[in-house]
């Protein structure tokens, strides 16, 4: 009977143990994680010239990246400067295309530009170099945490080290569980009448945190030792620690779980695990009993007591020398700021988020372990962000508006990349993204195009062409009129088209609006990019009445600020997936949808608008660099927009409130007083406009009449657009007066509109 009842219960257990093995080798042979997706921010590539990046903006790259600046270079990740001199060691990174590894490298800087980049381990020049991206976020798995998976072999030594030190001095020793331990442990819990002390080994641990419940029970117990037997019985200890080092519990983001070392290491030092020093090791490894307890966000003073106690442990134990530990015992914990690290841009998020389900077909939630490279450059982020936490509410306190709002959206105007955005007057608000979804009348920053329009047709219409301004009215298919009027309620008879856009006349574009037609007006805006469903067929869109969202109004402008190619606006470079496969790429595309002339004659008279019209005081302030730019204010005040365009970006600004209400702010006083203070954190680069070959310079006198050479009655010079495509004016002519036929030229204005 007896022996019976012994073979029943040892297959009941063999069996059970059967049971267990399967469930153990299911998990852990197949998906263990959902692991977490990153987004990165955009590859930064290093180019000496005229066009580089100077020494500052470079500084500021390596900071964000959390290079640590260093006296002598000796590690990834670290940096130097002496006077025109940056030495880093860049770290290794897999980059959509490749892998490439660490470079000791050093930039040569020359009147504050990069002028020569090398290796310093073999002396050799580069052409070109590369940075690796900013991590900007790593999203969380749908079971609410977050992982950076790292594989046994790149764990450093000490840190491996340190923890079993401290946590399973006999990890190699024992087959999953330490007897003694384990009685010590229950005679001290026994003596003290409560649990004080555990006797659990690291693969106890994993398997408490891979498989069972914190709740605590004899049968909890029972299993978890079983199963840590299988477990070490068919796995190799490596295998057990690479799962304990990417598994361990290591604190909270929020509502979010911070999971292993690797990600710990960012979250806590904002570098990867390898970069870190036995200190840093020591308190990382001291959190392991207690996250929360020794949280150095919460607890530093509890975090570094723990941490001296991990270092005495390793001193006692000879890992490291009397000095060392009274040395490392003195040093601060030396954390980053509880947030520095992912620093949230919900706005930019958003967009990737709303970009990546549109062109991948599935939402981000879909997928695991995948990287997703961006535009996103943390330069122009960080300035765009700065400009309005400081700006909003200098504006809200003049004029007393607490629910003053603003949007902004940076874009590259070559690529159509989206660099920086920002949704809401609160940047890290997570809620309404205003550069997405806010539908804006535009007032004034319509004009342009009313003006590109025009000048797209250079047998008709030409900068130094005169416009009506005389008061008009249009009938409107109900049978009632539609009566603009000029903001200061003058009419000067006709004013050139230049002057017309430089100081944002509302009669002259209006009745040019009318010469030109409506249906060839709104078939530009729909060339630009604007969907029908956007734009209706009345008179007043000559005057801005369109309704249009900030990244709706970022690709018209790229479009202008390009000479005319259009490259469809992404915040998408390339998608990999968790087994390094490219997924997805953006290939850049160009799509040539304006005339290179008319582009380049609006983007001039745009500059003009900067240096003497409704923008002259950021011309003022930012005269080097010959920006062109726009504003825009909608009726009562109530929108005030400013486009900005340099050398490299075009940066569109609304400000405007929620329920509709004026701002009492014009355009001037407003939104281009952000952009301003944008530029003060972010150098524009110079905006030089180079002509196409069949725009010839002319200067112009006060009755619109063009001349080749300059006397006293010519104060100013324009492009024109010459449809015999041949030089007119050469260096032996003498004055000489250049007609174009002002029949075609001048509008008729009192045309029949009725």
């Known amino acids: 009977m007896f022996i019976k009842v012994f073979f029943s219960v040892l297959l009941l257990i063999l069996f059970y143990g059967f049971y267990l093995y399967v469930k153990i080798n299911q998990l852990i042979n197949g998906k263990i994680w959902n692991f977490s997706n990153s987004i990165y921010g955009r590859i930064v590539n290093l180019e000496p010239g005229n066009n580089a990046y100077s020494q500052t903006e470079i500084l500021n790259i390596l900071k964000d990246t959390m290079y640590r600046k260093v006296d002598c270079v000796m590690l990834p990740g670290e940096y130097s400067v002496k006077n025109n001199v940056i030495e880093f060691i860049r770290r290794s990174f897999d980059f959509p295309d490749i892998k490439e590894g660490e470079f000791y490298t050093q930039l040569l800087f020359e009147n504050n530009l990069l002028k020569e980049i090398k290796n310093l381990e073999n002396d050799r020049h580069f052409s070109f170099f590369r940075l690796e991206p900013k991590l900007i976020s790593i999203l969380s798995s749908p079971q609410g945490e977050k992982r950076i998976f790292v594989s046994r072999d790149k764990f450093p030594k000490m840190l491996v080290k340190t923890l079993l030190s401290v946590e399973d001095k006999h990890f190699y020793e024992h087959d999953g569980i330490h007897i003694s331990s384990i009685i010590r442990a229950c005679l001290a819990n026994i003596t003290?009448?409560?649990?004080?002390?555990?006797?659990?080994?690291?693969?106890?641990?994993?398997?408490?945190?891979?498989?069972?419940?914190?709740?605590?029970?004899?049968?909890?117990?029972i299993n978890e030792i079983y199963m840590a037997l299988i477990l070490d019985c068919f796995y190799t200890k490596d295998r057990i620690l690479e799962l304990y080092c990417n598994e361990v519990y290591l604190g909270q983001d929020g509502d979010e779980q911070i999971r292993g070392f690797p990600l710990a290491s960012i979250y806590y030092f904002g570098c990867p695990i390898n970069e870190l020093t036995l200190d840093q090791?020591?308190?990382?490894?001291?959190?392991?009993?207690?996250?929360?307890?020794?949280?150095?966000?919460?607890?530093?003073?509890?975090?570094?007591?723990?941490?001296?106690?991990?270092?005495?442990?390793?001193?006692?134990?000879?890992?490291?020398?009397?000095?060392?530990?009274?040395?490392?015992?003195?040093?601060?914990?030396?954390?980053?700021?509880?947030?520095?690290?992912?620093?949230?841009?919900?706005?930019?998020?958003?967009l990737v988020s709303e970009e990546f389900k549109k062109k991948i077909k599935y939402p981000i939630e879909h997928f695991s372990g995948?990287?997703?490279?961006?535009?996103?450059?943390?330069?122009?982020?960080?300035?765009?962000?700065?400009?309005?936490?400081?700006?909003?509410?200098?504006?809200?306190?003049?004029?007393?508006?607490?629910?003053?709002?603003?949007?902004?959206?940076?874009?590259?105007?070559?690529?159509?990349?989206?660099?920086?955005?920002?949704?809401?007057?609160?940047?890290?608000?997570?809620?309404?993204?205003?550069?997405?979804?806010?539908?804006?009348?535009?007032?004034s920053l319509s004009k342009p195009i009313t003006y590109l329009t025009a000048l797209s047709q250079p047998n008709k219409y030409h900068l130094n062409t005169w416009i009506s301004d005389r008061p008009i009215a249009i009938k409107l298919d109900n049978g009632e009129y539609w009566i603009p009027?000029?903001?200061?309620?003058?009419?000067?008879?006709?004013?050139?088209?230049?002057?017309?856009?430089?100081?944002?006349?509302?009669?002259?574009?209006?009745?040019?609006?009318?010469?030109?037609?409506?249906?060839?007006?709104?078939?530009?805006?729909?060339?630009?990019?604007?969907?029908?469903?956007?734009?209706?067929?009345?008179?007043?869109?000559?005057?801005?009445?369109?309704?249009?969202t900030p990244i709706e109004i970022a690709q018209v402008f790229q479009v202008?600020?390009?000479?005319?190619?259009?490259?469809?606006?992404?915040?998408?470079?390339?998608?990999?997936?968790?087994?390094?496969?490219?997924?997805?790429?953006?290939?850049?595309?160009?799509?040539?949808?304006?005339?290179?002339?008319?582009?380049?004659?609006?983007?001039?008279a745009m500059q003009q608008v900067v240096n003497n019209g409704t923008a002259k005081s950021l011309g003022k302030n930012f005269k080097e660099f010959s920006l062109a730019g726009k504003t825009g204010t909608t009726n009562n005040l109530i929108d005030n927009w400013f486009v900005g365009i340099d050398g490299k970006q075009v940066v569109i600004t609304w400000i405007g409130r929620d329920n509709n209400e004026t701002t009492k702010l014009y355009s001037a006083s407003g939104a281009m007083k952000i952009y301003e203070r944008y530029l003060q954190y972010k150098k524009p680069k110079p905006l030089v406009l180079i002509p196409p070959k069949n725009i010839n310079m002319f200067y112009v006198d006060t009755l619109g009449r063009l001349f080749c050479k300059k006397d006293h009655q010519h104060h100013r010079i324009i492009p024109i657009w010459n449809l015999k495509n041949k030089k007119i004016c050469d260096a032996d002519t003498e004055l000489e007066y250049y007609s174009i036929d002002k029949k075609k030229n001048i509008l008729s204005w009192f045309k029949s509109l009725f």
């Not at 006797?199 to 117990?221: D, E, I």
Request: hydrophobic share 40%; charged share 20%.
């Open 281 to 350: 090791y020591s308190l990382l490894v001291g959190m392991v009993k207690g996250p929360s307890l020794y949280n150095p966000w919460n607890h530093p003073i509890s975090a570094l007591k723990r941490r001296n106690l991990v270092l005495l442990s390793l001193y006692n134990q000879e890992y490291i020398t009397k000095k060392n530990y009274q040395d490392l015992s003195k040093k601060s914990l030396n954390i980053q700021p509880k947030g520095n690290i992912f620093s949230p841009h919900p706005a930019f998020i958003q």
């Open 485 to 548: 009027k000029n903001n200061n309620f003058y009419f000067s008879g006709k004013v050139m088209l230049l002057d017309a856009l430089i100081h944002s006349i509302n009669i002259p574009t209006v009745n040019l609006s009318v010469d030109i037609g409506f249906e060839k007006l709104v078939d530009h805006w729909l060339k630009l990019g604007i969907s029908k469903n956007h734009i209706s067929l009345f008179p007043s869109i000559s005057l801005g009445a369109i309704n249009l």
């Open 560 to 604: 202008i600020a390009n000479s005319g190619d259009k490259s469809s606006l992404s915040s998408l470079r390339s998608v990999i997936s968790d087994n390094g496969q490219v997924f997805y790429q953006t290939l850049p595309q160009l799509e040539h949808v304006e005339s290179a002339e008319a582009s380049y004659l609006t983007l001039y």
């Open 370 to 443: 995948i990287k997703i490279f961006t535009t996103f450059d943390s330069i122009s982020q960080n300035a765009l962000e700065k400009a309005v936490e400081i700006g909003v509410p200098i504006l809200k306190k003049k004029k007393q508006l607490k629910d003053l709002e603003t949007a902004m959206i940076v874009i590259d105007k070559f690529t159509g990349e989206v660099q920086a955005l920002v949704g809401s007057a609160t940047p890290k608000f997570h809620g309404y993204n205003r550069v997405l979804n806010a539908r804006r009348s535009i007032g």
């Open 192 to 221: 003290a009448g409560r649990a004080i002390q555990g006797g659990s080994t690291l693969t106890q641990q994993l398997v408490k945190n891979l498989f069972l419940t914190n709740t605590r029970s004899v049968l909890r117990k």
